[in-house]
C-alpha cells in the first residue's frame, strides 16, 4: 500500500510537471513566432525604403536591337567608331580633335563610377552637371507653343494599345510610343502624330539620325516606378516635356537630386547619370521625350560626331 501510494504520488507529479510544461513550451513557441513575424516586417520595411531611396539594381533590357543593352550590338558600334576615330586627327582642327581623341572619348565604361556609367561610350572633361532645364530656353518655347497639338495627337494614340511598347526597365506599368527609335524614324507612328513630328524635327539639337537620337511619348501608369538605370552616354542631354502630370507623389531622380515634372515644362537632364523615376498617384504621367545633343559640345563636334555614330542598316 505505501510503495502504490507513493507511486502515484510521483505519477501525478509527473503529469502535473508535464502539463505545466507544455503549456510553457507553447508559450514560448507563440512568443517566438510573435518576434520572427516582427522580425520580417521590419526587415521588409527597411528593404522598401533601401529600395524607393537608395537602388543598387541598374535596369536592362532583353531587346537584340537595344544599343544601351546589347552586348553584341554596343560591340559591333565600338569597332566601327574606333576605326573612325583613327582617321579624325588629319580631318579636323586641333581643338576638336584633342577632345574627341588621345582617349578622351571611350567605350571603356565599365570603370566608371556606378552613379554615372553609361552603357556605350563616355566623352571625358564635358560637363559634370546632371541637370540642364535652364538651357535652351527656345527648346521650351518651341514646345510649348505646340501643346494643344501635341497632347490632342497623343489623346488620340492612347485609343490603340498596339501602337504602344511595354518597357521592362520597370517592375510594371512604362510605355512607350516611338516616333525615332534610335535614330530611326517610325514612319506609322509619325504619320499618326505629324504635328508632334513636325516640331521635333525642327529642333536643329535633336540626335535624329544617329543611334543615340530617341524621341517617344512616355506613360507611366498609376501606382508604377521605373527602376535605376543609365543611359548609353554623356554626348546627349534627355528633354522631358509634361503633357499630362498628376499631382502627388510622382517624380524623377537624377543624381540623387528628385525633381517634379510640370504640365507644359521642360525637364533637361543627363542620363549618363543613375536616374529612376515614380508614380505612386492614381493617374497616368504623361511627358514626350526627346534626346539632344549636349549644350557643352560644339557645333565642330557634333558634326563629326553625327557621323561617327549615325544610323546604319545592319549587314
Not at 166 to 191: A, H, I, T, Y
Amino acid at each position: 500500500y505505501f510503495i502504490q501510494s507513493n507511486l502515484r504520488r510521483q505519477h501525478g507529479t509527473v503529469v502535473g510537471w508535464w502539463h505545466h510544461g507544455t503549456r510553457h513550451h507553447d508559450t514560448m513557441i507563440w512568443l517566438l513566432g510573435g518576434v520572427i513575424l516582427l522580425l520580417w516586417y521590419v526587415l521588409a520595411r527597411l528593404l522598401l525604403l533601401k529600395d524607393r531611396r537608395a537602388p543598387s539594381l541598374v535596369a536592362v533590357c532583353p531587346s537584340p536591337d537595344c544599343l544601351r543593352c546589347s552586348d553584341t550590338l554596343r560591340e559591333g558600334y565600338t569597332d566601327y567608331v574606333l576605326d573612325k576615330l583613327r582617321c579624325l586627327p588629319a580631318l579636323l582642327d586641333q581643338d576638336t580633335a584633342s577632345r574627341l581623341t588621345n582617349g578622351n572619348l571611350t567605350f571603356e565604361v565599365s570603370t566608371l563610377p556606378a552613379a554615372r556609367r553609361p552603357t556605350v561610350c563616355y566623352l571625358d572633361k564635358l560637363c559634370e552637371e546632371a541637370w540642364h532645364s535652364h538651357k535652351l530656353k527656345y527648346l521650351q518655347d518651341s514646345l510649348t507653343d505646340s501643346y494643344s497639338a501635341i497632347v490632342s495627337e497623343v489623346g488620340t494614340a492612347m485609343l490603340n494599345s498596339e501602337l504602344w511598347s511595354p518597357d521592362s526597365s520597370s517592375r510594371k506599368g512604362w510605355r512607350k510610343l516611338f516616333l525615332f527609335n534610335q535614330g530611326k524614324k517610325v514612319d506609322m507612328n509619325c504619320d499618326l502624330l505629324p504635328q508632334t513630328t513636325k516640331v521635333i524635327e525642327s529642333l536643329d539639337v535633336f540626335m535624329g539620325g544617329t543611334v543615340f537620337g530617341n524621341a517617344f511619348v512616355s506613360v507611366l501608369e498609376p501606382r508604377s516606378e521605373i527602376s535605376p538605370h543609365c543611359g548609353p552616354t554623356n554626348l546627349r542631354v534627355r528633354c522631358h516635356f509634361g503633357l499630362q502630370i498628376p499631382s502627388g507623389d510622382c517624380s524623377i531622380t537624377v543624381d540623387g537630386v528628385e525633381m517634379r515634372w510640370s504640365q507644359q515644362q521642360c525637364l533637361l537632364f543627363d542620363d549618363s547619370f543613375l536616374h529612376r523615376a515614380l508614380n505612386m498617384t492614381q493617374s497616368q504621367r504623361i511627358v514626350l521625350i526627346v534626346d539632344l545633343w549636349h549644350p557643352n559640345l560644339t557645333l565642330s563636334e557634333i558634326k563629326i560626331l553625327k557621323e561617327l555614330f549615325a544610323v546604319r542598316e545592319k549587314s
